[in-house]
């Protein structure tokens, strides 16, 4: 899964010292959490079982993919408002 490349490739970063890696890659790993919280807050009104709470409240591909999408505009827009100043 992609969610895991991305994680896997934070270690790497955390491991060779790119410090630039690091810091984009957890933010992003950091909404991955973020994302998979609010899921298994809303999955928990319907679902009683732990296991299978944790099992459905771990992000797919397409999610993973909305995150990194959401991020990405916000730093755009947070580009585009900086160099307006």
Do not use: C, P
Request: glycine residues 4%; without cysteine; hydrophobic residues 35%.
């Amino acid at each position: 899964m992609l969610k895991e490349k991305i994680q896997k490739d934070l270690n790497e970063a955390l491991k060779s010292g790119d410090s630039q890696k690091r810091l984009v890659l957890g933010m992003v790993v950091t909404e991955f959490k973020n994302r998979e919280i609010a899921k298994r807050t809303q999955l928990a009104k319907t679902i009683s079982d732990i296991g299978e709470l944790e099992k459905q409240s771990q992000l797919n591909d397409e999610e993973t993919i909305e995150v990194l999408a959401r991020e990405v505009k916000k730093k755009e827009r947070s580009h585009r408002a900086i160099r307006y100043w």
